[in-house]
Nanobody, 127 residues
């Protein structure tokens, strides 16, 4: 299984970025997909998740209202639209695939339940 992220970069405070994650067709249609981030010197934590079909999403409280996760089944791609970015959003962002049973049980933003990880893409927000 491969998860390939892109779209990271450096922006100013208040800027926007859109991250993309391309997965294999089987992964995209079978697993919950999500984004995690790891700030410098801190642990990796869940940011947002989208269930199979795209109808249900979950967000960490810190990003609600600013980030939007979505998935395009035809392209096997998951997106994370990040608006009004702040310096505290800086970190390595990882795409993740999780078995549906764990998402349904409420663990979609818990790193210990992730089945597959992407290699990560860096997001840097400067003030």
């Amino acid at each position: 299984v491969q998860l390939v992220e892109s779209g990271g970069g450096s922006v100013q405070d208040g800027g926007s970025l859109r991250l993309s994650c391309v997965a294999s067709a089987y992964t995209s249609s079978t697993y919950c997909m999500g984004w995690f981030r790891q700030p410098p010197g801190k642990e990796r934590g869940g940011v947002a998740a989208v269930f199979v079909g795209g109808g249900r999403t979950q967000y960490a409280d810190s990003v609600k209202g600013g980030f939007t996760i979505s998935r395009d089944g035809a392209k096997n791609t998951v997106y994370l639209q990040m608006n009004n970015l702040k310096p505290e959003d800086t970190g390595m962002y990882y795409c993740a695939a999780q078995e549906t049973r764990y998402c349904s049980a409420g663990y979609s933003l818990y790193r210990n339940y992730v089945r597959y990880w992407g290699q990560g893409t860096q997001v840097t927000v400067s003030s």
